[in-house]
């Protein structure tokens, strides 16, 4: 009996013993768990439970202010906000319809299909201002206070709304300067202009921000920025706001009353290579971009490549002059026409054989007399001539979209190349090109490629100059003077732009009428009108281009062209307090001794 019971009793400890082990295992596993959970796994729980309760946003970085070269803004960033909707979350859309839309502009059946569905993010309206987030804020959450206490229940309520934070572009010179300045697009990125060229300096880097999800918007006061947007770099141009006015308004008011296709005005300083105006016609509002089509985007003065003309007969006479084939007051017999291959060359005006110095016949474009001085230099040194002033190069303005033009090697020049070329037409260039031409004859032959770009501001607002661009010489010194001599000549009283004389200021330039080559029919048809011009002649200060593409009717470029410079290089010396000079003692003789230069009309250019 006793055996039974010791037998019983260590089945019953047995049995405890097993038991206390198996509550033990239970508690240690309890324990590792424990420790699993607070110590090993904590931070991914603490995470994946602030990724349910928080949820991230990009923080949108501003783009640079863009200044004119005295700190007038012309393109800043605006504060706005960008609405998105989590669909999902749209408990009642057709109810929300009917409070959002009024306040987006909208009609409940536009705003519906976008916060109608599931998915997770959609963009329901672009750079809003603040005060419309405010309003959409306030009528949902007043909404939601009456549902509440209706004790209708979480489905009648309205969330998902969500605001970002963004910013628009706002350009206040509006038109005054679109051509240069540009646009960018919807992704804010430069898609013209100097916002396209520039880009990668004015574009800032986003950041990003947390804010607590109160079932599926944002919890005011719960944003926190986890990396801080950093705003683009803002640049100053060359370009002076005053100087971009004279010279807008009056390329538009050439352009309308010639109804051509359009046209473009440059000032540059010679020296440094600042441009001071860049302007073009026809033009654009940047702020409305709605009306904005990929033709106004272009910018003529750098994108539209055209024969050049008789403004191209400089770099012939600076060429040979440089050589020493002529001086100013070498002799030619001049005729109207001359046979050359196959094809006639001549002069606009018909006149009988002509004895004209060189002085006279640039100053009254002469073709044939230009083909002649051609002939002294030959192709080569022509083409020489042609790559060192820059033509068939880009001049690296920073200017978006900026052409090289066309100079064809040698080789691939005809026979009728050289004459056509002396006379500038079988090549093409932009009118900044052409605009660099005699920049460098008025900074006494040293070639300084053309800017807009001053220098930059940083994040605390200190400005540093850009560095000083360097200029190659192309002529000398006295190749230089006596071409500007020898330019004055055309703005006198026998040359073909008397129209751009200054009173009171020794003006110098060259006209142009080149035919326009039109890839529509492959053949000439219109022509391009252009006077470029520097002052005081002396000692130039700026350099002014004017250029109309295609007008009808008068198309002379000392007719249209020459009073637009007059009006821009007036106000530009005034402005710049530049003191009149006296009329040049000498100009080099425009006849020979026995015969009394008589007034031409302006030449085919």
């Keep these: 009996m006793k055996n039974l019971e010791l037998t019983h009793q260590q089945l019953v400890q047995e049995r405890i013993r097993k038991i206390v082990a198996f509550a033990l295992i239970v508690l240690l596993l309890f324990a590792l768990r424990l420790i699993d959970l607070q110590a090993i796994r904590a931070s991914g729980y603490v995470d994946r439970a602030q990724n349910e309760l928080t949820k991230s946003a990009t923080l949108l970085a501003p783009r640079g202010t863009i200044y004119d070269v005295n700190g007038v803004e012309l393109a800043r960033s605006v504060s706005a906000i960008n609405i998105a909707v989590d669909q999902m979350l749209i408990n009642d859309p057709l109810t929300a319809a009917n409070l959002v839309a009024p306040i987006l502009g909208m009609t409940p059946d536009q705003l519906l299909p976008q916060i109608t569905g599931t998915k997770r993010y959609v963009i329901i309206a672009k750079d809003v201002t603040p ?53 960018i697009n919807d992704a804010g990125v430069g898609a013209s202009g100097v916002e396209s060229s520039l880009n990668p300096m004015l574009s800032g880097v986003n950041g990003e921000y947390r804010y607590a999800n109160g079932r599926g918007s944002i919890i005011p006061g ?32 050439a352009v309308s009353s010639s109804r051509a296709k359009s046209g473009t005005v440059i000032v540059m300083d010679p020296k440094t290579g600042h441009i001071l105006a860049q302007a073009s016609a026809p033009t654009f509002d940047p702020n409305s971009t709605k009306k904005i089509t ?16 008789s403004t191209g007969k400089v770099i012939t006479v600076a060429a040979a002059l440089e050589e020493q084939k002529i001086t100013p007051n070498t002799v030619f017999t001049v005729p109207y026409s001359m046979k050359i291959y196959d094809r006639t060359f001549s002069d606009h005006e018909k006149h009988p054989t002509e004895q004209m110095t060189t002085t006279k016949l640039l100053a009254v474009s ?30 690296n303005s920073k200017i978006a ?44 032959g040293i070639k300084v490629n053309p800017t807009i770009l ?65 890839t529509a029919c492959g053949c000439y048809s219109g022509y391009t009108a252009t006077f470029i011009g520097f002052a005081p002649a002396d000692a130039p200060k700026y350099v002014v281009s004017v250029t109309i593409q295609d007008p009808k009717g008068m198309h002379w470029g000392g007719v249209l062209a020459g009073p637009v410079f007059k009006k821009v290089m007036s106000f530009v010396l005034q402005n710049e307090k530049v003191k009149p000079t006296a009329p040049a003692k000498n100009l080099f003789a425009q006849g020979d001794a026995n015969k009394k230069p008589k007034k031409q009309p302006e030449k085919n250019q």
Excluded: C
């Design 401 to 444: 979209g900026e052409s090289a033009g066309i100079l064809h090697p040698v080789k691939d020049w005809s026979g009728v190349s050289l004459p056509t070329i002396s006379f500038g037409q079988g090549y093409s260039v932009t009118a900044l090109q052409s605009t660099s031409v005699f920049a460098t004859i008025a900074n006494n």
């Design 131 to 183: 005060a419309i987030w405010e309003k959409i804020y306030t009528v949902v959450s007043n909404y939601n206070k009456t549902v509440m206490a209706q004790k209708k229940g979480i489905s009648k309520r309205i969330s998902g709304f969500i605001p970002e934070r963004s910013y628009i572009r706002d350009y206040p010179s509006g038109s005054l300067t679109a051509s240069l300045i540009g646009i």
């Design 366 to 395: 002469s073709n044939t007399g230009s083909i002649k001085i051609g002939q002294l230099l030959g192709k080569d040194k022509l083409y020489n001539y042609l790559s060192k002033f820059g033509i068939g190069e880009s001049t």
């Design 454 to 518: 001053a220098g930059v501001v940083d994040q605390s607002g200190r400005y540093t100059p850009a560095k000083k661009v360097e200029g190659v010489r192309v002529l000398s010194d006295e190749t230089a003077a006596k071409m500007r001599l020898m330019m004055e000549g055309v703005v006198s009283k026998t040359g073909t732009a008397p129209t751009a004389a200054i009173s009171g200021y020794r003006v110098a330039g060259k006209t142009g009428t080149a035919q326009r080559y039109s």
């Design 222 to 253: 719960s944003q926190e920025v986890q990396v801080e947007a950093k705003s683009g770099t803002s640049i100053r141009l060359t370009i002076d706001q005053d100087v971009q006015w004279v010279a807008q308004n009056a390329i538009n008011q």
């Design 294 to 309: 990929l033709d106004t985007l272009n910018n003529p003065a750098v994108q539209e490549v055209y024969e050049p003309g």
